[in-house]
């Protein structure tokens, strides 16, 4: 197992390209299996996610090639299929599921895992079945497997709004299947993400007659057959997210290659109001992109996580780590995963002063963050503690960053090029930096290095001293110190 080592204090800089939308090229992959042709991708970022779903449709009898110097990936689907996505690899990747619907569409049976369990909250595929249920399908669950059969399925009004707004890899599944029913489907509450329109740009290429994706209403008329499709992924926008707030943390000044300011309105905006310049730019060679400057005084935020076109979900653990270092109160909330705030206790560790509060974290800051241990607990939580690190004084150590290797291409090489000093090594106590061996003596003297400007010119608070009031009375209350389950240091849990 991999951990990466960050020292922090280095404000980032230069140019990064953006790879292309790992939850565009999920469905996509999990969609060729309806094709009767051969699926030509091009982006398809070098994921371990990607490396599942591979695995997934092999199993299913798909014949997969994939370049992984040019992100060319080359899918032939099966000649005759069990049908069978094992729990093996489905408890790997809940985004499996988007087999279901391309399966149960084009080979008339599927049997899928149910997914299990997820750290960041409670994840039902409920809508996705009652979608296929309107579609015609008979589904029974049985020994954790969704056994699902449709001779052919038809066309249907379907409404999938749930407690939690649409669903994302619901609408992939319905959208996909529907496109082979027989008449037409209406979606409503549909999931209006950019990787919901490309999912639908790539079916149409293949013959889909799908209008309206990209907005709450999708309308779908069912064709006979899909035929072989060249099709190239949009560019990540959670990823160009995750860049603009890591350069407005570390003070940077970054050019994000690709990324692409419709897909990001919410996220400029909620930047933008945190004292961020974002402007759209150019390379000389005329590659349009966004220019992120951070500044040295930045304002706090009330930032609500939503369903697109909002601010993602995928971003809320990222503005968390942002939003410690803003002097003020901060309040940021997840209205689409309630429980998503696992990067909450490590950021603790590192100095942060968050309190929970239902779907929100309350954030006093600024917080004067110093490098630790930490430990990631999912892919975005990783992403959250590596900007963090990078803003820190100080070295820090992320373990478990095989999580943020499941969604982010070469994100520590990236963030190299701009100059941060990052490492990544094998996990093993002879590889921890000295700063974080506890000898006794204090070790942050023994690492100074640039730090990044105006941000740490407040006194160091220390969360365990006193309680810090809220404006309304409330007070961050003060971490109790257990015992991590790496025995690597105490750990704050609010
Ligand atoms: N929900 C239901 N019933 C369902 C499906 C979802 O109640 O049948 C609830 C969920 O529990 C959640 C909300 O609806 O509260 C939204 O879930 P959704 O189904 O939209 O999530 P997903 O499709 O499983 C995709 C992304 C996630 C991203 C979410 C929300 C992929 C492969 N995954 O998941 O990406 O957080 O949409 O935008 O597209 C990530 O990349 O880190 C990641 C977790």
């Not at 409670?122 to 029974?140: T, W």
């Not at 209008?211 to 959670?238: A, M, N, Q, S």
């Not at 005329?286 to 935020?301: E, K, Q, V, Y």
Request: glycine share 10%.
């Amino acid at each position: 197992m991999d951990m990466l080592i960050i020292r922090g204090g280095i404000p980032l800089a230069g140019n990064v390209r953006l790879a292309g939308a790992k939850n565009a090229s999920l469905p996509i992959m999990a969609a060729s299996i309806a094709v009767s042709g051969l699926s030509q991708l091009r982006r398809v970022p070098h994921l371990a996610d990607v490396s599942t779903l591979t695995q997934v449709l092999e199993s299913l009898g798909a014949v997969v090639t994939r370049d992984l110097s040019t992100g060319e990936l080359a899918i032939s689907p099966p000649h005759a299929t069990t049908g069978i996505a094992d729990y093996d690899l489905v408890r790997r990747m809940r985004a499996s599921v988007c087999v279901l619907g391309p399966l149960l569409a084009r080979w008339g049976k599927a049997v899928v895992s149910l997914p299990g369990g997820c750290n960041i909250g409670h994840r039902p595929i409920d809508l996705h079945l009652k979608g296929l249920v309107a579609l015609g399908a008979r589904i029974r669950i049985e020994r954790g497997y969704v056994h699902a059969e449709a001779t052919r399925l038809h066309g249907a009004e379907i409404y999938l709004g749930g407690p939690f707004g649409s669903t994302v890899t619901g609408t992939a599944n319905i959208m996909t299947a529907a496109s082979l029913a027989r008449g037409m489907t209406r979606i409503s509450a549909a999931a209006c993400e950019p990787e919901i329109v490309d999912l639908g740009n790539y079916l149409n290429a293949a013959g889909a007659r799908i209008t309206g994706h990209g907005t709450p209403v999708i309308e779908i008329e069912g064709v006979d057959e899909l035929h072989g499709v060249e099709h190239e992924v949009i560019p990540d926008r959670i990823e160009a997210g995750t860049m603009m707030i890591a350069a407005a943390a570390t003070c940077g000044d970054v050019f994000i290659e690709d990324a692409q300011p419709r897909h990001l309105s919410a996220v400029i905006d909620i930047l933008r109001q945190i004292g961020v310049s974002i402007e759209p730019s150019s390379t000389n060679d005329g590659r349009m992109g966004l220019h992120i400057s951070g500044a040295a005084h930045l304002n706090p935020a009330d930032c609500t996580a939503l369903p697109y076109p909002g601010v993602p979900t995928d971003l809320q653990a990222q503005l968390t780590a942002l939003l410690c270092l803003v002097p003020g109160i901060s309040v940021i909330t997840d209205k689409v995963f309630p429980d998503r705030f696992m990067h909450v206790p490590e950021l603790l560790r590192m100095g942060a002063q968050i309190r929970r509060e239902g779907a929100s974290a309350i954030i006093a800051g600024p917080a004067h963050l110093s490098g630790t241990n930490v430990m990631a607990s999912d892919l975005r939580a990783s992403a959250a503690l590596v900007i963090a690190a990078l803003a820190a004084e100080g070295e820090s150590v992320i373990r478990r960053v095989y999580h943020l290797d499941r969604g982010y291409e070469k994100h520590d090489e990236k963030l190299r090029q701009l100059g941060a000093q990052i490492q990544r090594t094998t996990d093993h106590p002879e590889a921890l930096p000295d700063s974080l061996r506890m000898t006794g003596e204090s070790s942050m003297e023994q690492h100074k290095v640039q730090e990044i400007p105006g941000r740490f010119t407040q006194p160091i608070q220390n969360p365990l001293a006193k309680p810090h009031f809220l404006s309304d009375g409330y007070a961050i209350a003060r971490p109790m110190v257990s015992q991590s389950d790496d025995s690597s240091g105490p750990v704050a849990d609010l």
